[in-house]
């Protein structure tokens, strides 16, 4: 299986490296962009294991390594790989 | 609508934080973990816009700025938003 991990800042959390991506793609006459988040995609190749097994190690290493839980949220989904 | 955008390592390019990611993480102990790619996750905000309107926006905007196509691949995907 491959698990599709997203993190993203918190709601209310500054994101500064977002507000810089909407500045300079306004600043490209991209105006039509109110606003940008900037986050994480990682992808994790687990292979050999079933979807239950997948789903509790992605949350494992999210809780443990991937996510600052202060300051990021995340979701992610398991899918099947090659 | 918003524009969630996934840019991820090019297949064949060397993904330095992706491995160390990897490694940390069987350092832990989470040991079914083969491969790990670390790319980015954004979210733009394109208030008002049809969804056409916002896929020609979100594809100029990865094309201008956000994306190196030398090293990096992206996809993205229009959602309604709030």
């Keep these: ?3 599709h991990v997203y993190i993203t800042p918190k709601e209310g959390i500054l994101d500064p490296q ?4 909407g ?8 105006d039509k962009v109110a606003a940008v988040r900037v986050g994480k995609y ?3 190749d687990l292979p050999g294991m079933a979807r239950a097994g997948a789903e509790k190690v992605t949350r494992e290493a999210c809780e443990r390594l991937l996510v600052n839980p202060n300051i990021e949220s ?3 989904e398991v899918v099947k790989g090659d």
Tied chains: 1, 2.
């Design 23 to 30: 500045q300079a793609l306004r600043n490209l006459g991209i």
């Design 42 to 44: 990682i992808e994790i």
């Design 1 to 3: 299986m491959i698990a």
């Design 74 to 76: 995340y979701t992610f």
């Design 18 to 21: 977002g507000e810089t991506v």
